[in-house]
């Protein structure tokens, strides 16, 4: 297994981890989001053991690290990192001549919410992050997104204040129009999703940043949550399940054994719950 590392951006958190195996057995390339709460104390060494294992399994792995708030990310650049760190995996592989167009997102806790944001940002209005340019699409599209124990719904995530209040940390102070228009798990498929719009409207960043404003993708989610997590509630990943179903995307919760970080360790039931699904993906 090789591992080395490629710059998107002049920032020191601005990379991405390229591991190639000694043989590729799978034709997925997973890209790998870590989480953290989108804190900066938190990074891509989170991610790297199970780049490693995937890598030593067969999978090629790309593990995306971003700037996060305190160290020049938020709202929007932690946005914009990932969508230019996911589309430097398209430059990488033409550069070094691997197919790499068939790519599957796997995001845990924050890095959950950010890999489902990912596989619908080509409906982000142009201008917002990832659509600086107005006219440009995603160099790198999922086929899938796998997301462990993910902070799925925003909106909830804000109102129960989890750790120490990361949302409000990550995108700023709620409006009180916008804590109104918060979207619910019961009827999603009507009102404001992407359902109808296409895609999350506005510049309010509660909106474009949340995945249950962007319903339904056009990729199916894997919503894995650990059975004994405290750390993010599996009701997060239930309704966002039930309203990506609601509106007529494919969504499938699966509960695993453990706690929240024995979605990020190889040696887990629960990890081995979610290579499971990504031989199914190939």
Do not use: K
Not at 57 to 66: A, D, F, K, L, T
Not at 164 to 175: D, F, K, P, S, T
């Amino acid at each position: 297994m090789d591992c080395t590392r490629h710059s998107y951006g002049p920032d020191p958190s601005q990379y991405a981890e390229l591991y190639v195996p000694a043989r590729r057995r799978y034709g997925a390339v997973v890209v790998l989001i870590h989480g953290g709460y989108w804190r900066a104390a938190y990074g891509a060494e989170l991610a790297r053991p199970l780049a490693a294992d995937l890598a030593g399994r067969g999978w090629i792995c790309w593990n995306v690290e971003y700037r996060r708030a305190g160290n020049g990310g938020g709202w929007p650049e932690t946005f914009d990192d990932v969508a230019s760190g996911v589309d430097q995996l398209a430059i990488t592989a033409q550069r070094l001549g691997f197919a790499a167009d068939h790519a599957v997102g796997l995001g845990h806790s924050a890095g959950g919410q950010l890999a489902v944001w990912a596989a619908g940002r080509g409906r982000v209005p142009a201008g917002g992050p990832g659509r600086r340019v107005p006219g440009t699409a995603p160099r790198v599209e999922f086929g899938a997104v796998l997301s462990q124990s993910g902070v799925l719904d925003l909106a909830r995530a804000h109102d129960l204040g989890l750790s120490g209040g990361a949302v409000e940390n990550l995108l700023g102070r709620r409006r009180e129009v916008e804590a109104a228009e918060a979207p619910s798990s019961q009827g999603m498929a009507a009102g404001a999703t992407g359902a109808e719009s296409g895609g999350p409207g506005g510049s309010d960043p509660y909106r474009l940043a949340d995945p249950m404003w962007n319903l339904p993708l056009p990729v199916p989610v894997y919503a894995f949550h650990a059975e004994q997590d405290v750390d993010v509630p599996r009701e997060l990943s239930e309704r966002y399940v039930a309203a990506a179903q609601a509106a007529g995307g494919e969504a499938e919760l699966i509960i695993v054994p453990g706690d929240h970080f024995d979605l990020i360790d190889p040696a887990t039931e629960a990890f081995a719950r979610v290579r499971e699904v990504l031989v199914r993906l190939g």
